[in-house]
Every structure is written in C-alpha cells, then in structure tokens.
C-alpha cells in the first residue's frame, strides 16, 4: 500500500504516527503550512524544508482558476511546477467556493459559482474535482464537500446528504488511487448526531485518511473541542486525521489532545505578514512601538533564521517600513514555532507525558497562572 | 591607509582594480545593489552576500527619517543591525531631498525639507549628515551635494558653489576618517565647463574616492557619457571613481568605457518587482502572457538560484498571482546577471579585450546587429 498510517505511541487519545506518501513519510502530528497558490507566500521551497515541514498544502480553487490545471500537469504536476518535492496536499475547493466566490448555486450534481478573479462562470462536480486533483498530482486529495455554517441545523443536515453523496461519486471517479490518497470529509456542524452519522458513512467508504471539516468559522472553541471529542473516537485507528484551517497553537495542542494527527492554517503566515509572531508566552506585535529597541531575537531560544541573526528592533523597522523581507522573517518564525511545537508533541507523547506538557504549554502561551 | 585603490589592469580608459575597506575589499568595476531602508528589497544578505556582491548602499535620507540614526547605532550601526557585515556605502540624503520631500529651502548653510513621511520639518547641513552617517557607520560615506537639474545651465551654477562649499565642510566636519572614507560628488549638470571646474575643485580637498552625480536624471545617454569623458581624466588614478545612480547594462558598460570604477542603483531591483528581467539578449517582462507555458530557466546559462530551479512559466504565475515570492526570484536575477556582467567586465579587462567585449555585449543587449 502506498499509504500506511503507522501507530507508534499512544497516549490518551493523543497519537505519534507515521504516513507514507509516494512523495516521503509524514510525522505526525503534523502541522502542513499552506501554499495556496503553489508558493508559500514569502518563502522558498528550500526555505520551507529547512523549518522542517514535511507535507505543504495548495488551494484546488485557485490552481484551478491561475494558472490552470491543465497548465500545472504540461510542467509535470504541483512538484515540479513549485520545485517542492516532498508530500502535497489539495484540498478539494469546495471551502473557498463557499467563502469567496460570488453567486454560487448548489445542486445535487455539484456547485456552480463566480471565479473571484474575472467573474467567469464555472462548475464543479465530484468528478471534475478529481479530475483537477489527478492533473495537480498531489500526494493527499480531498473530496468535494459543502461546507454550511456550523451552527445552523437544518442547512447542515441538507449539506450533509450532498456531501456524502459527493463523497461516493469521489471514490469511484478518483483516477490515481495509486498515487493520490483520497481523504473524505466529515461534517455536520457543531451538531453531534450528525458528525457521529457522517463519520459512520465516510468510514464504510474505506478511505485512507479522513478530515475533519466545518470547524473554526464561527462556532465556539468549546464547540469545536466537544466535535472533536464526538468524532475521533469514530475514526480507525489505522488511518489519519485531519482537522482543516487548524493552526493556533492552543487548537493544535487541543486538537493533539483529542486525537488529531495533522493540521493546516493559512493562521501562521498571515499573520506573520501583519508583523505578529508566535512565542511560547503567546501573540506578540513587533509593529508595536514598544520594540523599537529591543535587542535579541523574537523568541529567546528560537533556532529560526531570524531569531539567529536579527534584533527584535530591527524585524519591527522592516515591518513599519512596509519591506517584503521583514514578512519572511515573521513568516520564517512563525512556521519555524509550529514545527517545534509539533516535534515537542511528538516527543511528548512519546514519553507518555503529554498531558503535562499541554497543561504546561497552554498555561505558558495563555497566560493562565498554572 | 584603510581606504587605497589599487589599480591592477587597465585597458584604455577602462580600469580593473580593488578598493579596500574595514568591512573587506571590493573588487572594482563593481555594482552595488541598493538596500535603502537597510535591506535590499526582498532578500536577506546571505543570498546578497551568495549573489556575488561586495558593497551595497543604503539611504542615509531614508534611515535618518525612520529608524533615525540614533537608534542604528545603539544597535551597534548599520552592519550590525540589518546583519550585512560586508561594506556598506551611506548616500548624503542630498539627492533624495531634493526629489523625494516636499517644500524644500536651500541656502548658503544648507537646506531645509519636509519629511516625505510624517510632513515634519527637517534640515540638513554639511555637519549634520556627517554625523548622520557617522552614526550609521558605513564605510563609505558621501559629501551633502545640491541636485539641479542637469540641463538648467544658471541652476547648475550656483548649486555647484554650494556643493563645493558643503565638501569642504563635511571634509571638515568628518568624525572617524580612520573607519569611514569620505567621497566627494562632482557636479555641474551636461556643462563641460562646470564639470571640469568641479573636478579641479574637489580633486585639491584630496578625498579618498569621487563620485560624479546628477546623471541618468533627465540627460539623454549620449550627454552623460560625453559628460563622463570630460570628467574622469580630470580625477586621480589612485582613488575609485563612482557613478550615481547608474544600473541599466548598457550604462554601465559605457562608464567602465569612461573609467567608471563603481556603480549603483535601484534599477534592477526595482524592475524585478514588476516582473521584468535582465538578460544578454535585452530585458524581458515576465508578465506577457507568452511566458506562461515556457519551460527551461529565466536565461539559459544564469547560474542563479531562480535560473537553476524554476521555470519561466512559474515565475510568470507568480508575478501574475502576486505572490512575494515571485519578486524575490525575479531580484535575485536581475542582481546575478549584474554581478557577472561584473566579473565579465573584471575579466576582460584583465585580459585586455574589453573593447571587443563592449561591442559584442551591446550589440546582443540592444539588438543591434554587430
């Protein structure tokens, strides 16, 4: 099998595994940064690989619309077109269809919208999702989905019949099983029955990895850890999961907590480019005044580029004066921190001392007393 | 001596030679790219420091205004505090004063401008960019100067006694000669006359280098280059000589024709930014739809970092997606090609075959038939 999701420790519900992929094996948990539009905005490929990441996400939606999936395939695929050549993941476009594009129409048959970028008409089925997935070459696909507010029960149970359905016409239309795990999608909102109904119907489709999706636009924290809690136990054992547009550090360390095996945000470098970074003390703005003439690096003790060569003053100089290098420098940390974070999981669950470490990291980065 | 120009080849009017400073030697013809705000707009200074580069400039204008001078050197000057630890050129502000900020006053004592960022009233004297760049603490600094415009013959005239009068002043004023190399600006617009006159002035202050200024800023290319054949005869052979502001391939071939020993400018970072490229054959922009399925390098041969991993056709996605990355591959050409165009020009020159050199390379750069 191309795709084996292989157990290591268990600690809790938490796990460290392993996930082969034609493209290299994955450590989990694992945090994937998102490179929607076949770059990780700011950085080089080689950048990336050296924080560490060993699986990077690109937007279906938007390859699709520039430069084209057909396009992408003449380069000879994702890989080679962004010189990236460890593991890829695509989501399936169905989340920014339903958060970016303008008029879309849901049918039984698929969904048709507006490109945000020229207003054309387009349509995307099941099939044509696979379709644009195979020519990507992505080593992790996803099924097509709808994705409903998370808090509104009827437009959820609608959905949910639409994306099973979608789901199934997924499977039998993917055209690389050999090259492509096809990931399925539960849904249902913060609603438990229908997550626990959901998760049972993707799971008889044997699929070789499953998501979690719906979650972190608009319900509470308490509600997407509680989801969480009602769907991974449903999960096989022997398969990853995936919860989708996860990535502040306390929702990492949660998700982890309750059996999440790999997440991705756009969080990270986006908010890097607003000049904010992570520390194990929590958020910081270097655009505030206050580190002006700070000395030392953004994170004491940090091994990133930045924090090994430049001053805290001198990030924030590049961000106040709107220069391109003072974003890949917050971008740089910031990655750099999730991939520690995951390594430090990784090694805590390894060392059946998880539990601590969580109550010790999100006392630290929330600024709870412990 | 800390600063000495040693000559080592000359080929006609054409010099090949090495100028030593406290942060290193630089070989001579060179091109040094431009980091204004203490970064050179999208890289870090180990791929400026790859590329080939051995001296950039900064904006003492610009670093004046925002960090300020002071907060530069508490964190122990600019080499420290944007982690370049090659040599570093600081301009005198002049130019951008006088093209940048609004509401200028110039008289006898020096001149009086708004800042172009906050409309705050400011002012510049000989003295005070002496200690403004004493502060920054680069290796070679620059005479405070007047920019007329270098066809207005009476505007020319009476700036150049003022540029005059404020070199002597800064030779005057100078605080850490033993670390910094002060260079003086000839003057004097398309005017043989002013132009000798300039020269014959500040070759008597007996400055460690000489630059020739308030070209490329409205001339055509056939009065700057007859402008450079009256002045640099007129200058010492022991001292480099430094065109302002000058970085189009051709340009620079014609000033190492005339005796040019250095260059700079914002040109070739400035057009990477907007998609477009150097090559032997002349500039390309990346953006024109043609480049969209082009595979193979931005120029065959290159051997920089973008030239060596990505294709034409991925780099046109990224300009047209606008991704940060995209400006980041198309900067680190354009400054290759100028440092081999660099080591090229060093060569043949060493190897007394410059002006055949010269031909050929305008001839393919212009389109030209030879």
Chains 1, 2 share one sequence.
């Not at 997407?224 to 398969?239: G, N, Q, S």
């Amino acid at each position: 099998m191309p795709f084996t999701y292989t157990l290591l420790h268990q600690d809790g519900p938490a796990r460290a595994g392993v996930f082969t992929t034609p493209h290299g094996a994955i450590r989990m948990p694992c945090f994937a940064p998102v490179g929607t539009q076949a770059t990780v905005k700011t950085l080089s490929p080689q950048e990336v690989q050296e924080l560490g990441a060993e699986l990077i996400l690109a937007n279906t939606y938007h390859l699709y619309l520039r430069p084209g999936e057909e396009r992408v395939a003449r380069f000879g695929g994702l890989h080679a077109f962004m010189g990236w050549h460890g593991p890829i993941l695509t989501d399936s476009g169905g989340f920014q269809i339903f958060s970016l594009s303008a008029l879309r129409t849901v049918d039984a048959e698929g969904v048709t919208f507006q490109s945000h970028l020229d207003g054309s008409r387009r349509r995307f089925t099941p099939e044509k999702v696979m379709e644009i997935q195979a020519r990507l070459g992505a080593d992790i696909i996803m099924a097509l989905d709808e994705c409903p507010d998370p808090l509104d029960r009827s437009y959820n149970e609608q959905a949910l019949a639409r994306t099973h359905a979608w789901a199934v016409r997924c499977a039998a239309s993917q055209q690389r099983p050999q090259d492509q795990a096809l990931f399925g999608i539960v849904q249902g909102g913060v609603f438990a029955d229908l997550r626990r109904r959901s998760a049972a119907f993707l799971v008889d489709l044997d699929l070789p990895g499953y998501a979690i999706g719906g979650l972190a636009v608009g319900e509470s924290k308490a509600q997407m850890y509680e989801t969480l809690e009602v769907v991974t136990p449903l999960l096989p054992a022997d398969r990853p999961r995936y919860l989708m547009g996860v990535g502040a550090p306390e929702d990492i360390v949660e998700g982890v907590a309750r059996g999440i095996d790999l997440f991705d945000c756009v969080l990270p470098t986006r908010i890097a480019r607003h000049g904010a970074i992570f520390t194990a003390d929590g958020r910081l703005n270097l655009r505030n005044a206050r580190f002006a003439d700070e000395t030392g690096p953004l994170e004491p003790g940090c091994d990133c580029y930045t924090c090994l060569h430049f001053h805290r003053g001198y990030v924030h100089h590049l961000i106040r004066a709107n220069e391109i290098f003072g974003l890949r420098l917050t971008t740089l940390h910031n990655l750099r921190f999730l991939q520690r974070l995951m390594a430090e999981i990784r090694a805590q669950i390894a060392a059946g001392q998880f539990q601590a470490f969580r109550a010790a990291f999100l006392a630290r980065y929330l600024g709870e007393s412990v």
